[in-house]
């Protein structure tokens, strides 16, 4: 047994998958721990995993339990995240050898979801939005690890752009300093999680999965270090209205200045004070843009990889 193989536990389906050459999509999970309360998160993570098979991929949610990183949870590993909850540790680069060390549960971020795919070999993964630069990060230096990673690990981040709590126009900037490619899916302007523009307009464009599974050998052919951001924006008719949203938005980030909430606490905070001051609705926004992006991720899996998995086949 290799180092490695100590803390890295692949499902017997991802094992069969990756020795196939089969399309795999990773999940991250952080949303069923941190994105919202049990048990609409099990509920919510079933569904994701259900878009990507129903499109001829396997999907492969990814946590730490136990003292292993496990990519591909069962069933009940799932479960048993969504009831954790909050109580799991909210894990990424830098928490990875004390969560496994320690042998608690982590749920992974971003980069820590990245670093596991990469280690499995799986080189697309599925996720709301990444994190980035906060508002007002000129100042605190608040910016998330996620983008430190995507300049270090070659994985395809499918994503409804930046969670809309951030400093979009400045996250795009640390993105373009690093290299990492920020493609637009269907649009040549970066999505804004909740609504579909940002007003920050891109460089590059994909209007199908071909595009994007093309470009992203010739990055792996090139032996580029990073990954990429595919910006798929939130379906039209699950975005919300720009001026709502802002208002809860800026709203959450008063309440959480008085209360002093800081580090990596900010983005859950945020995010379930963003969904009581909506009524909801931003909630159900999150789960379609989430349902989306799995959608996406698994065309680009298969595209890359050529062929489908029948759903008999594990």
Known sequence: MSQLDQYLNLSDDVKKALKKGMPIVALESTIISHGMPYPDNVETAYAVENQIVERGALPATIAIMDGKIRVGLTPAEIERLGKEGLSATKTSRRDMPFVLANKTTGATTVAATMIAAHLA??????????????????????????????????????????????????????????????????????????TRQSGFQLVLRAENAQDVADAFRVSQALGFPGGMVIANPIPEQSAMDATVIEHAITEALKEAER????????????????????????????????????????????????????????
């Open 121 to 194: 070999g799986i080189h697309f993964f599925a996720t709301g939005g990444i994190g980035g630069v906060h508002r007002g990060g000129e100042d605190t230096m608040d910016v998330s690890a996620d983008l430190v990673e995507l300049q270090k690990t070659s994985v395809a981040v499918i994503c409804s752009g930046v969670k809309s709590i951030l400093d979009i126009g400045r996250t795009l900037e640390y993105l373009e300093t690093g290299g990492v490619p920020v493609i637009g899916f269907g649009t040549d302007e970066m999505p804004a999680f909740y």
């Open 259 to 314: 209360e002093g909430i800081v580090g990596k606490e900010v983005t859950p905070f945020l995010l379930e004070r963003i969904a009581r001051g909506t009524g909801g609705i931003s909630l159900k926004s999150n789960i379609a843009l989430i349902l989306n992006n799995a959608r996406v991720a698994a065309d680009i899996a298969v595209a890359y990889a050529g062929t489908k998995i029948e759903r008999k086949l594990f």
